[in-house]
T-cell receptor, first 109, second 115 residues
Framework: GQNIDQPTEMTATEGAIVQINCTYQ??????LFWYQQHAGEAPTFLSY??LDGLEEKGRFSSFLSRSKGYSYLLLKELQMKDSASYLC??????????WGAGTKLIIKP | TAGITQAPTSQILAAGRSMTLRCTQD?????MYWYRQDLGLGLRLIHY???????GKGEVPDGYSVSRANTDDFPLTLASAVPSQTSVYFC??????????????FGPGTRLTVL
């Protein structure tokens, strides 16, 4: 079967750095997405990786290792507004997105 | 630009009743999707449409039907609602091209409670 695993919840301090991991087993691979979802709102796109390596976008970076079936999202200089759920999703062989359950990130002052 | 709109925002529905959740996008995206999101689970695909006039089944299609008469609209119908269909429903769209994985844009969601 297809499976996406990520931690249920993480806590970090304002101004710090946090890394959210995602491991996956899917039928085919056409890229990995990270989305942010604030409570009661819709998911919004953060990043997309299809090749191995690090993609940097401001305070957010995303890393992919296809051989290990592994990705992480790195958030730097954490702000209170970064409190949200972070969703990992893999595009499978049919270009359908398979979603993890999400990681709820709690930022403390 | 509105992006994707969904209606209603929330609804309480008696079991056995039918209901249509509406979704409209103004981005001229060819692909549209319906997901449900339940606590502790990832988004699960109900139905999708890669282009107007075609639809496909996702991971959890039972009890739901869709149509795609034009590019902009993608309604989801529950023919006879059951309590297990209580969920938050998200509509999404993307500029799908075969050979590429594309960012999906989401509507604000419909919170449905079936009693």
């Amino acid at each position: 079967g297809q499976n996406i695993d990520q931690p249920t919840e993480m806590t970090a301090t304002e101004g710090a750095i946090v890394q959210i991991n995602c491991t996956y087993q899917t039928s085919g691979f056409n890229g990995l997405f990270w989305y942010q979802q604030h409570a009661g709102e819709a998911p919004t796109f953060l990043s997309y990786n299809v090749l191995d390596g690090l993609e940097e976008k401001g305070r957010f970076s995303s890393f992919l290792s296809r051989s290990k079936g592994y990705s992480y999202l790195l958030l730097k200089e954490l702000q209170m507004k970064d409190s949200a759920s972070y969703l990992c999703a893999v595009s499978d062989r049919n270009y359908q997105l398979i979603w993890g359950a999400g990681t709820k990130l709690i930022i403390k002052p | 630009t509105a992006g994707i709109t969904q209606a209603p925002t929330s609804q309480i529905l008696a079991a056995g009743r039918s209901m249509t959740l509406r979704c409209t996008q103004d981005m001229r995206h060819n692909a549209m999707y319906w997901y449900r999101q339940d606590l502790g689970l990832g988004l699960r695909l109900i139905h999708y449409s890669n282009t107007a006039g075609t639809t496909g089944k996702g991971e959890v299609p039972d009890g739901y039907s869709v149509s795609r008469a034009n590019t902009d609209d993608f309604p989801l119908t529950l023919a006879s609602a059951v309590p297990s269909q209580t969920s938050v429903y998200f509509c999404a769209s993307s500029d799908f091209t075969s050979g590429g994985a594309d960012e999906q844009f989401f509507g604000p969601g419909t919170r449905l409670t079936v009693l």
